[in-house]
């Protein structure tokens, strides 16, 4: 890429290229006697203390930065959410050109604006470790970019000289001297796009970076190698440009870290809190020092440099001032994740929110700050109020989350200790992939693992450094799946000739015959010049029906505009050219219809109810019931499930317009936002956009549609569940489904008064009278029950049996409970009995081995070996085991299988 670096602006302003004594990087400068490139760890961070230009804030210099390109015929963009809702690939939003990425980049799709500006919050989770301690990492930051979409054989917005003349020209309006820049050389990749990169330093910290993104990833061999990995030239070359907001704040103040420039208060609040004072009172020169030198050495070495000056200042100063910084620097990201809508659970981007939030939690009991983490989101929407109103809409949620979240960890950390101690009495070891799957699994984090390994045995556990960034980097994108299925790429191969189906059932959803032309017949599929067979796809059946001459249609697909119709029987009578009479099944598409529109109703209402954070997690529409999965963060209430009901049903007696219409798809962003995806992120420059009402809901949607919400009919929710942490599924019925649901629950309540014998009005307090007095009954049956079991014991130590001075008891037992034949070995086994008891009843079967006993007696072995008689299966400890069968009339022989076990263990 050596030739891709030669930019007429540098030969024009008296710069040179020099290759780095240090590092050997190529870079530009205009300073003749400069020999490195200004990066760390190349040079120190000599702004530190010496800030480059006037301080600014975050809001001046994000304001200064997009005037400056809009007075250059740039576009400014809004900033999208956190959380990457336009897209199927990745989670949360790690750069500005992540919003253009993929289908603009690879120009399927114009971009908003071009030349446009934007600044934009992003996450990123890779280097949770140095965050606090770099000094200079961040989970969340901004990067303020300005993008120009080219395109090959077409007009040229602008390309490099003109990138790198912004630039200059923006670092001089700030006051940067122009001798203390660097361009620095290096290739970018990401995203699955790549190409020739400057990196803009002053001062040994990297301001921004200007990518020329002309080349693409291919999964054969391509015309550049980059990393192990094939590219070749993209049909669009675009500027992608990000420069460092709060890295331009912190060039401008000098302090001693990014995060004493970005949220001091917090700083202030958090040491306030815990009783320390920051060391720049006590150690401000000594901290400068340490902070210029953060880029040219690590830890230890800096440790060893300053030992004999300052002691043990890293151990007791530094140490929580991390821990501080790294505090503040996660309650502000957390401030964004929660007020975008991401849910914390068990996947996807649930399961990095929750991550940030165990380990701020985590963070904070190391310092035993009592201060409640709600309390610094809250304080860090407060200061940046200014810059995004919009996060103080969402606190009231988000202080509900925090707390539930809070109340989850500490249960997390109770149960853990019990499961580190069961999994230690296996394993002397535990191994990082072990401690992976305990923190994935159980939320244990690794710490704490730690911490009852050492208690419990001195055992040490081995953390890694980056033990979090490697479980964000796990958990950080949906998997891809680049190549497709044989099957699926043989049918595209089939049909790339074929013209695309034109699809008759947006036009006429009510029709239920049509006449069409054959095109294709191979493999039982038919292929039409047009139909009204709808094919599957989000999350709503595929049509069936009748083609020709009764041929029937069971299946029904679409592979790149073309539809497939799979045939049950022979089609060897079906030709190209034919022309066929199709007919559907109406009253299965009427269903459907009207329960898809019944879930954009839903949803609609849940949001309503529940709060603006709800986004659909799946859904399946059925004939009878359909469900629909979203995200919430507690269990929905009876009342709240009542309430979604009855919004549902008042949408749908006013009977709103529903309306489905074409439109090009940066419109539809610009006009109705990202929730238009709630349904998933189709491809495509064109969305078919669904909307109900006066912009009630609004989705981008293939499905069958009603016209109007009337024609849904009545919507009855069914129940809900929580299927998953962070992820509640609600069932329902719509339309004559729904009426008969009504019948069927009608009739169990009028049944259920008619065995009672009452009036329906007075089943509920029946019910709960029959309840209380059946609660007395068992009570009194299990006092009775224990009463017997007593008399049993008394009986099975009359039958003991001494082997080789152990006392065995070995007994089937006629109608017994398992609680029964637990309280009787335990009883028995207190009283030194090895004690085997079956159940003649129901088969269970226990065996309990008191502790003085000798230890070749096993409770575990004995239960295996009687179950396996029983036809069952049992397991336990050394101790204590049980299990069953349901081979009843093996019971017998099953407690001689026991006793001969026991019997030869003790010989």
């Known amino acids: 890429m050596s030739g891709e670096y030669g930019i007429a602006y540098f030969d024009e302003n008296g710069f040179v290229r020099k290759v780095c004594s240090r590092c050997g990087s190529r870079f530009w400068t205009r300073d003749p006697e400069r020999d490195t490139c200004g990066d760390a760890p190349c040079d120190t961070y000599t702004f530190i203390g010496a800030p480059l230009f006037r ?57 908003p604006a071009n030349p446009l500006v934007i600044s934009q919050p992003c996450i990123r989770l890779e280097d949770l470790e140095s965050i606090g301690k770099s000094g200079r990492h961040l989970t969340m930051f901004e990067m303020m970019g300005h993008h120009a979409f080219n395109k090959r054989g077409g007009d040229e917005i602008y390309w490099k000289n003109e990138t790198v003349q912004y630039c200059d020209e923006f670092l001089k ?35 921004a970076t200007l990518v020329f993104m002309d080349l693409e990833a291919v999964y054969e061999k391509g015309e550049i190698s980059i990393d192990g990995q094939w590219y070749r030239k993209m049909e669009t070359y675009i500027v992608d440009t990000g420069y460092g907001l709060e890295r331009f704040v912190w060039a401008s103040k000098g302090t001693p870290t990014v995060y004493d420039a970005i949220f001091p208060e917090v700083i202030d609040e958090l040491l306030s809190s815990i009783g320390l004072e920051h060391p720049m009172q006590s150690y401000g020169n000594e901290l400068i020092e340490i902070a210029r030198l953060c880029g040219v050495m690590k830890r230890k070495e800096l440790e060893k440099k300053f030992q004999s000056r300052l002691g043990d200042f890293f151990r007791r100063i530094m140490a929580p001032m991390e821990t501080v910084y790294a505090i503040a620097d996660h309650t502000r990201c957390l401030a964004f994740m929660l007020a975008d809508g ?29 201060m409640p983490v709600e309390e610094l989101v809250a304080l860090h929407i407060k200061l940046m109020h200014d810059s995004f109103p919009e996060l103080e809409d969402s606190v009231d949620r988000i202080n509900e989350i925090l707390a539930l979240e809070r109340s989850r960890y500490r249960d997390t950390l109770s149960k853990g200790e019990r499961i580190v101690k069961q999994m230690l009495k296996k394993e002397k070891e535990l191994s990082v992939d072990t401690l992976i799957d305990l923190y994935d699994t159980h939320g244990i984090p690794p710490e704490f693992v730690k911490e009852v390994a050492s208690s419990a045995g001195n055992i040490e556990v081995d953390v890694p450094e980056d033990f979090y960034s490697l479980v964000a980097k796990l958990h950080g994108a949906e998997e891809q799946h680049h190549a497709p299925e ?12 074929i013209p695309k189906t034109a699809r008759l059932y947006y036009e006429e959803p009510f029709s239920k015959d049509f006449d069409a032309t054959v095109l294709d017949c191979f493999d039982n599929f038919i292929v039409l010049d047009r139909t009204l067979f709808y094919p599957e796809g989000g999350g709503q059946p595929a049509d069936t029906g009748i083609l020709g001459n009764n041929l029937k249609v069971v299946a029904v697909r679409d592979v790149d505009g073309v539809i497939l119709h799979e045939i049950e029987g022979d089609t060897s009578g079906i030709s190209p050219g034919m022309h066929v009479r199709g007919s559907i099944d109406s009253r299965r598409r009427i269903a459907h219809m009207r329960h898809h529109s019944a879930t954009h109703i839903v949803i609609w209402a849940a949001r309503k109810v529940l709060g603006g954070h709800i986004w659909q997690a799946g859904a399946q529409k059925g004939e009878l ?18 309430k979604i009901e009855l919004l549902a049903n008042e949408m749908v007696m006013r009977n709103e317009d529903i309306k489905a219409t074409f439109m090009e798809r940066n419109e539809a962003e610009r006009r109705y936002g990202f929730q238009i995806y709630q349904g998933g992120v189709p491809p495509g420059k064109e969305l078919r956009i669904v909307e109900i009402g006066n912009c009630e809901d609004v989705q981008a949607c293939a499905g069958t549609h009603c016209t109007k919400t009337g024609e849904v009919g009545p919507i009855k929710l069914l129940r809900t569940e929580r299927i998953q942490d962070g992820i509640e599924r609600l069932w329902f019925s719509a339309g004559e489904a729904a009426v008969r649901a009504i019948q069927t629950r009608d009739a169990l309540i009028k049944k259920s008064a008619s065995v009672l014998r009452i009036p329906e009005e007075r089943l509920p307090a029946s019910v709960e009278r029959f309840f209380d007095e059946w609660k007395q009954l068992r009570k009194e049956n299990e006092r009775l029950r224990a009463e017997i079991a007593g008399l ?10 001494d082997m080789r001075g152990v006392k065995v008891i070995s007994e089937v037992v006629a109608d017994a409970t398992m609680k029964d034949l637990m309280r009787m070995a335990s009883q028995l086994s207190d009283e030194g009995f090895v004690t085997l008891l079956i159940s003649g009843m129901t088969g269970n079967v226990v065996c309990s081995v008191p502790a003085s006993a000798p230890a070749v007696v096993n409770a575990a072995e004995v239960v295996t070996n009687v179950t396996s008689v ?9 101790r204590s085991a049980r299990g069953g069968g349901n081979r009843l009339d093996k019971v017998e022989a099953a407690k001689e299988a026991g006793l001969k076990t026991i019997a030869s263990r003790l010989a």
């Open 792 to 801: 049993r014991v008394e009986q099975l130590r009359m039958r003991a049996m």
């Open 486 to 497: 044989p099957e699926l790429a043989r049918l595209h191969d089939r049909i790339r000739a």
């Open 342 to 370: 991401v849910v914390p659970s068990n996947a996807k981007e649930g399961y990095l929110a929750r991550l940030v939030i165990r380990r701020t939690l985590r963070m904070l009991n190391s310092l035993q700050c009592e």
């Open 173 to 207: 309006q700030l006051g940067v001297p122009p001798t203390s820049v660097t361009y620095k050389e290096a290739p970018w990749v990401g995203g699955g796009n790549a190409g020739p990169c400057l990196e803009v330093i002053v001062g040994g910290l990297e301001l």
């Open 55 to 111: 301080e600014h804030s975050a809001e001046e210099l994000r304001e200064k930065f997009l005037s400056f390109f809009e007075s250059r015929n740039h576009k400014r963009l809004s900033r999208y959410p956190v959380v990457a809702r336009w897209r199927d690939d990745i989670y949360l939003n790690i750069a500005s050109i992540a919003n253009f990425q993929p289908l603009i980049t690879s120009g399927s799709v114009p971009p």
């Open 625 to 642: 019931r359909s469900r629909l999965d979203i995200t919430h963060f507690k269990r929905i209430t009876d009342d709240e499930r009542r």
């Open 870 to 878: 029983l036809g069952g299966r049992g397991g336990g400890t050394a």
